[in-house]
């Protein structure tokens, strides 16, 4: 699969309608028959053949006959989908080169009209964790729910979410700016993730200010639960921006203790590791006299999360809601932290042929790619009477 933004340019009005068709169609079928998708674009003359014929063309559906005839969409027609949507909304105009591969996201640069370069991250939940889980069969077997498109979707808005409520508590994450289907558009980080950097000026204040916010997030009502050195980044100044939202969790979560210890954990191991920072778990008992928000030298979650206060209400208004976060929650279980590859998941990742050679397609190609003049698409996915073909189907 290749993500060759620059087939955007070439789809038609019609190309992305039958696009739009597969996806509904996917709300209620894993593999949608072309009858249906028909139906659903609604164009003249069963024109829908063959348009479904180019988009198989450019990778952008999937043609599906294992258990039945019919299509699916595949990362590079999501892409393509919220690309088109965010570009006619004017959140940006052009894509650019990748700036980051996580396991579960690819993350691009993009600019907006005016030149203004923000980050684009496209959520691929799924890509690894979905098929550890996929083993699971029982677990799975009625939950048609949990699909990549789904998760993703999810994933996309939980991240959107959760930046958009940090950052209006003060917190040093990206500016969100918009969210659609598994897509997040946010400000650029100016700086490296935390793992790049081999020396600071300043090491004990970083460590401070990093423990710091897992304490202020705790207080707040949150855990990271994946905060380590990939998903903190660091600019010239030393100044810190968290990132990487998805699998966070509430103080009232049955594990919270364990994830908020383990993300404590992790930064006073690296930055004992790196940093030569006297872990203060080994210095003599006795040293120090520890305060009621302190256990073994490290914050103590208990005292912290009594006095919580909850954010539900600033992320219910990015509409996400509890039952979103159970539902993800569910999912992200058991996966472990997704910023520590082991090796049977770069297996896994290899299988799935999508993060190299999309990466290496858009590094390559999309430069100064500029999308603003494409044909319009309906940002509502499809029409009325297309969702009418739908529910009636
Ligand atoms: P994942 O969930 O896959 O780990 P992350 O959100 O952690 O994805 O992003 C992966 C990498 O992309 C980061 O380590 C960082 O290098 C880069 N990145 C992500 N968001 C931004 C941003 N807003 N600005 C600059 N770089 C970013
Ligand atoms: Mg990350």
């Known amino acids: 699969m290749k ?6 340019r070439y789809l038609s009005k019609d190309d992305f309608r039958v696009l739009t068709a597969v996806e509904m169609g996917m709300r209620n079928h894993e593999i949608v028959p072309a009858e249906l998708v028909d139906r659903i674009a609604g164009l003249k003359h069963g ?16 043609h599906d006959s294992s258990k039945y005839d019919g299509f699916r969409l595949t990362y590079l027609g999501y892409d393509f989908l919220a690309i088109k949507t965010l570009v006619n909304r004017g959140v940006f105009a052009a894509v650019g080169r990748q700036i980051g591969v996580g396991k579960e996201s690819d993350i691009f640069e993009v600019a907006t009209e005016d030149g203004t370069v923000l980050a684009m991250k496209l959520h691929r939940l799924g890509r690894i964790s979905f098929r550890a889980v996929k083993s699971k069969r029982d677990y799975l ?5 949990y699909n990549w498109l789904y998760l993703s979707r999810l994933a996309a808005l939980k991240e959107y979410a959760f930046m958009k409520a940090l950052g209006e508590h003060g917190f040093p994450v990206p500016d969100a700016v918009d969210c659609n289907r598994h897509c997040v558009v946010m400000s650029l980080v100016q700086g490296y993730p935390l793992v790049q950097v081999k020396q600071l000026q300043h090491p004990e204040e970083v460590f401070e200010t990093i423990i710091g916010l897992v304490v202020r997030l705790a207080e707040h009502g949150l855990i990271h639960c994946d905060f380590n050195e990939f998903n903190i980044m660091i600019d010239d100044d030393e100044r810190v921006t968290m990132i ?3 699998q966070m969790v509430s103080v009232s979560h049955r594990n919270a203790q364990m994830y908020f210890d383990r993300d404590v954990e992790c930064i006073y191991k690296f930055f004992s590791r790196r940093f030569n920072l006297s872990d203060q778990e080994d210095s003599e008992e006795g040293d120090r006299s520890e305060s009621d928000t302190e256990e073994n030298g490290r914050p103590s979650f208990s ?4 006095s919580a206060r909850f954010l539900d209400k600033e992320l219910a208004a990015s509409g996400f809601t509890r039952k979103d976060q ?13 910023d520590t590859l082991s090796s049977d998941d770069e297996v896994l990742a290899e299988e799935e042929g999508t993060s190299n050679e999309v990466n290496d397609a858009v590094a390559t190609n999309l430069n100064s790619l500029h999308l603003a003049d494409q044909h319009e698409l309906s940002e509502s996915c499809g029409d009325k009477a297309a969702a009418g073909a739908l529910l009636h189907s």
Do not use: C, W
């Not at 077997?141 to 729910?145: I, K, V």
């Not at 005292?303 to 009594?306: D, E, P, Y």
């Open 303 to 306: 005292s912290i999360a009594k």
């Open 244 to 246: 990487d939202f998805p």
């Open 3 to 8: 993500l060759d933004v620059d087939a955007l």
């Open 141 to 145: 077997m009625h939950r048609t729910n």
């Open 47 to 62: 024109g829908t053949y063959k348009v479904l014929k180019n988009l198989l063309k450019h990778k952008l559906v999937h």
């Open 326 to 338: 159970d539902e993800i929650e569910k999912f992200i279980e058991g996966t472990g932290q997704k």
